[in-house]
């Protein structure tokens, strides 16, 4: 258990680094959030292709070989990686690393309700007061307390909005097709795709960008600090502690990119910002932390015998 939990909070360490880095690049090295995700996402999918070439052979790919997968890769591919990057990137672009993470946050509730519907049961009654506190925190966030006060932009509200989805398809498309394919043979094609459909649609003019050491150096962190490492690390922790104790060692995330924005980057937070993000966290612990199964009651013991006999 201790060595998935430091597993799973250095991936969300190097998460938390990745957000700050990338705003960084926004606001000095005139990168725009179209520029970084096309070439992150392709340098990262090329690098996964050649990794799966190699193990597998001509079965590399194979997820986007049978017209049955199409749909739900993609959903997975477009409607969720690939949103949940970009409008993750925009919304730091538009705020800062700690709101856009917290913000895309909001899909668990999303996931929550897209399972009670395809499920048809409702939602545990946990949820509900989760959902108020995560409102109330937000509350907190959006308007630092002044209901006649928006503290952060509709751009930013925008952006949020849609890395919460795209957070919601990321975690939900891939579910069927996990059963039968490797993380990577789905994440690979995924990430290829999103990054040329980005390019082809966005055409964003990379010369415009500072291309100096610092830039270079940042690009690279976001390709392999922000993505490869922690991505292992995280599957290798999450192996070892399981799913949900995972995801909600994997909230740290938020906490260490207030913490690098704070001390690294001078960021300055109010008392309502701290309150509004502590609430949020609390609201996502809520969900994630399992109930408590009531136990079975024992039949009579005549029935027992009965039963044996």
Known sequence: ????????????????????????????????????????????????????????????????????????????????LTLMQYSYFCSVATSNAPTATLMQYGGLFLIVAVVAIQTKTPPKFKIYPALAICSLGLFFMVTGGDIHSLKISKETLFWGALSAVGFMNFNVAPTGLS????????????????????????????????????????VAYCVIGGTLIPFWLFLEGAHLTGPTLSSVFNLMEAVFSTIVAVFIYGLSFTSTDFLGMALILIAVLIISFPEKKKPEKRKPLKERVRENL
């Open 179 to 218: 059963k039968t394919y490797r993380s990577m043979e789905i994440m690979g094609p995924s990430m290829l795709l999103g990054g040329v459909l980005l390019a082809l649609i966005a055409r964003p003019d990379y010369s415009s960008a500072i291309w100096d050491l610092q830039s270079v150096a940042s």
């Open 1 to 80: 258990m201790l060595k998935g939990f430091l597993l799973i909070a250095s991936a969300a360490l190097f998460w938390a680094f990745n957000g700050n880095v990338g705003g960084f690049i926004f606001e000095y090295k005139n990168f725009t959030p179209e520029i970084l995700v096309s070439v992150r996402l392709i340098a990262v999918g090329i690098f996964i292709f050649l990794l799966d070439l190699k193990r597998s052979g001509r079965y590399a790919f194979r997820v986007v070989r049978k017209r049955e997968n199409i749909p739900s890769f993609l959903l997975y591919a477009l409607g969720g």
